[in-house]
């Protein structure tokens, strides 16, 4: 199983929600679970350090996750440069104990990154994808196999609509 992942951040309570998508395959149109979890108290934004912000969130919404997983997708970059600077993505593969793949679909690219871009759809915006716990390349094949015409995959829309609307 794989799931996809977001945090959508509020002024007041919650400060924020999180949501998970859960699918049986990269080509999957509808997810078999959803799961939204607020949460209360997040840290304070620091450029460069999003994932003490959103590390927590997302381990939160994991958490209702009952079945197991095999990559999680996140909004973001695993790896941010060249020399193995950790981004949200590695942060959370430790967090998950290096069990649980981790593929990053950033929408913007991180300069110095070692991302794989692509293109899907007739976009001509690439998305960036890094991973961590399985091939790049392997990560990258499945997101552009991911339902959906358009640059973003269906159920990348869907997890950052759900977030926002509950």
């Known amino acids: 199983m794989l799931a996809c992942v977001d945090v ?51 381990l939160a919404v994991l958490g209702r996750v009952s079945a197991p997983l095999g990559v999680i997708l996140v909004d973001g970059y695993v790896v941010l440069d060249a020399e193995g600077r950790p ?27 070692a991302a794989i871009e692509l293109r899907r759809g007739e976009s001509v915006r690439p998305l960036y994808v890094s991973a961590v716990g399985m091939d790049a390349q392997e990560a990258a094949d499945g997101v552009l196999r991911m339902h959906g015409p358009h640059r973003l995959p269906t159920l990348l829309k869907r997890v950052d609509r759900l977030c926002r609307d509950a």
């Open 8 to 58: 959508d951040y509020r002024e007041g309570s919650p400060a924020a929600v999180a949501a998970a998508l859960v699918f049986a395959d990269w080509g999957a149109a509808e997810p078999v679970a959803e799961h939204v979890e607020p949460v209360e108290a997040i840290e304070p934004y620091v450029p460069g350090q999003l994932y003490r912000r959103e590390l927590p969130c997302l």
């Open 87 to 113: 981004g949200l993505g590695a942060h959370l593969y430790e967090a998950l104990g290096r069990r649980v793949a981790v593929v990053g679909v950033a929408k913007s690219v991180f300069e110095g990154s």
